[in-house]
């Protein structure tokens, strides 16, 4: 009987990749490109999921690489917050309704202050994240936002050998909310589908057998993306997920909550695995 897999392959972008120098490319001024968010590990990570393709090659049935992407101004980028007195917030940075209620921080434009009271209790509410303010990262149309490129060198033989079309899935684009999951963003948006649970891409994973998740970060979006898959998969049939951990890192200082997803992943009856032991059987 066929074992029909899809590859799943989160967020392969620039801006997350921990870069070597021979990878990044000059400006016309002299200056070089640089990841705004490098996940430790990532690189290689990609190199992995390259040689994943090539190697499996006709036994992929299909591919879905996951986008991230942002615009400059964005509720979790320091453009739209400043401190009290003016003052920039720098990346890192946690940001809580209580702090915002008594003055901590302030939306840089008075008129989007109530709007954002209301997404950080919403936010806080569903007890999954808390507002953190990243460095500008994957903004639509710069560098940072196109996929590594053995990844993407990799996939486009996989399109040309089997005459099949890597299907591309945008997040992140509403700058009300914040999007890690591939399914959902954290607080959907009621006037904006692209928010709401993907029921496409959703049908799409569940077409098949087998669904390989990999991508950046473990710790963030593959962790999201595949709490929400899980949450909206058969309970019986949750062993047709497997989680490429040789494939994913997470980001520097959350590497204990990569670790706990893992785990809960693996009681719930996900597979555990790594590309290299896929590569190996073969």
Known sequence: MQNRQHLLII???????????????????????????????????MLRIGRLIDTLGSQLDAITVTLDSHHVLDIAHPSFWCTHNGDAVTPFTEITLQQVRE?????????????????????????????????????IGS??????????????????????????VYKGSNPWTEHYSAMMAEVPDQTDTHTQLNRELLEALQAYDTVLICGEASSHCV?????????????????QLVLLTDCMSP????????????EEMRSKGLRISTATEMMSSL
């Open 11 to 45: 967020d392969p972008q620039n801006d997350f990749c921990d870069l070597p120098q021979s990878y990044l490319p000059q400006i016309g001024n002299g200056e070089v490109f640089a990841p705004s968010l490098p996940v430790t590990g990532a690189h290689e990570d």
């Open 103 to 139: 003055g901590v921080y302030q939306t840089r434009s008075p008129q989007a202050q109530a709007r954002a009271e209301e997404y950080l209790a919403q936010l806080e509410a569903a007890g999954r994240y808390r507002l953190m303010i990243w460095p500008v990262h994957c903004e």
């Open 143 to 168: 560098w940072g936002h196109n996929v590594h490129t053995e990844v993407r060198n990799a996939y486009n033989r996989w399109e040309q050998a089997q005459q099949k079309v890597v299907a591309k």
């Open 223 to 239: 962790k999201a993306s595949t709490e929400h898959i899980v949450a909206h998969w058969d309970p019986a049939k949750l062993s």
């Open 251 to 262: 980001v520097p200082g959350f590497e204990v909550q990569a670790q706990s997803f893992i």
